[in-house]
Every structure is written in structure tokens, then in C-alpha cells.
């Protein structure tokens, strides 16, 4: 419940700055319409305030821009993300308090302002991700408390799970269900991908750093 209240939250922010059309530094600008709480985690509200809305297809519908929920379980917190630059096959994703997700497609390859980032990797393709018994390799750099770069090579064996019955704000989705499972000289984790009948990854659990940990991601809007 209380990630639910966060994401209320965010929404309700990012929907209030979206219906500002008369201003053009919003409508010019999607970072204004990022709004999150991924790097410090959920801010105390004041004795007083009003409760958080809860997050609806409704609120999810008047957002004009493509629109991902991200978030962190090691923080237990989420915020919305929006697009706000492309670099060839790559789009970051962005928030007003200038966090950034990098992905080509809808698999993750950086990450800014969470600590321990991602600066870099090299990832396999979504058509790779929903093939069963496929093997891929990934390399990653992770920026560490030093501000050193720090290199980490994973192998990873692609495999099939049951079908998945997902529920998405108020909507519902049947999708294939894949596990990447990677393994390295300093350990190991698995990513997951929920992947639609028409290719669209719909969800994933994606890992960012030892730190940081995991990072889940729904498409709200295409």
C-alpha cells in the first residue's frame, strides 16, 4: 500500500503540471512533467495533509506524453518517468529532480542520480529476452562510492515461465513470462521481463547495482 500511495502521488503531481497548457515552458519541456521519489525515498507529509490519491487508468488516460511507473524495492519507493532525449536507439527517461533511466527499447543501459549508477552496458535485444534457452552475455560499469568505474561481466541463460495474468492500474494483461538468470565471478542475479503477444514488454525487474538492487518498471503509456 504504500508504494500505491507514492505512485498516487507522483501522478497526481505529474497530472496537475500536465494540465497547465497555458504555459509553454510545460507543454515545451516533458521534464517538468517527470515528478519522483527514487533517490531519497518517500517524503514524511505534514500532520494534516490530505491522503494521497490512489493511482487510476483514469489519471494514467489524461497524461499526454509516454509514461513508465519505475520502482525501487530497496528504497520501497516509485515515481513516474517520461521521455526527455533520444541518442540514436537509446531514450532516457527523466524526473524533475533529474534522475535518469537510459534504455534502448524498454531494457535498461544507465541510470543517473540514484548513487551507485549504471554509467554504461551492453545488453542483449528484446527479441533475444523472449527467446527460451537463448544465452547472452552482459557487461556492466557502475560508478562506485569513489566516483571509480567499476567493470562487471555476467553470462545469462534465457528461460521460459508460466503465463502471467498482470493487472496494471486498473487494466489487465496476459503475458509470457521470462527469466534471465546471469551469474559472474562476484555473484549473480535474475532479471524478469513480461512480454505482450504482439513483442511489447509490458513489465520488467531489472537489475541496476549491487547497491541500488532492482528496479521495476510498467508501461503505462506507449
Not at 519541456?29 to 494521497?52: F, I, W
Not at 521521455?83 to 540514436?88: S, T
Not at 542520480?113 to 560499469?141: C, H, K, W
Request: hydrophobic share 40%; with cysteine.
Amino acid at each position: 500500500m504504500r508504494q500505491l500511495r507514492t505512485a498516487g502521488l507522483v501522478l497526481a503531481a505529474l497530472l496537475g503540471l500536465s494540465g497547465c497548457g497555458s504555459d509553454p515552458a510545460v507543454g515545451d519541456n516533458p521534464l517538468l512533467l517527470g515528478v519522483s521519489a527514487l533517490r531519497d525515498g518517500v517524503r514524511t507529509r505534514a500532520a494534516g495533509d490530505a491522503p494521497a490519491p490512489a493511482l487510476t487508468r483514469a489519471m494514467v488516460d489524461q497524461v499526454q506524453v509516454p509514461l513508465i511507473l519505475a520502482s525501487l524495492e530497496s528504497r520501497g519507493v516509485t515515481g513516474a518517468l517520461v521521455p526527455i532525449g533520444q541518442n540514436g536507439a537509446d531514450t532516457t527517461w527523466g524526473t524533475a529532480d533529474q534522475i535518469a533511466v537510459i534504455m534502448r527499447g524498454d531494457v535498461v543501459r544507465g541510470t543517473r542520480g540514484l548513487g551507485e549508477d549504471l554509467m554504461s552496458a551492453s545488453i542483449p535485444g528484446e527479441s533475444v529476452l523472449r527467446s527460451a534457452n537463448s544465452v547472452t552475455q552482459r557487461e556492466y560499469f557502475h560508478l562506485d562510492g569513489d566516483d571509480q568505474t567499476v567493470r562487471r561481466k555476467f553470462s545469462c541463460e534465457i528461460h521460459e515461465q508460466d503465463a502471467a495474468a498482470l493487472v496494471i492500474v486498473e487494466r489487465r494483461y496476459q503475458a509470457r513470462h521470462f527469466e534471465e538468470r546471469c551469474s559472474g565471478q562476484n555473484g549473480g542475479f535474475t532479471n524478469e521481463y513480461w512480454f505482450l503477444a504482439d513483442g511489447r514488454m509490458i513489465q520488467s525487474r531489472q537489475w541496476i547495482s549491487p547497491s541500488v538492487g532492482f528496479m521495476k518498471l510498467q508501461r503505462l503509456k506507449p
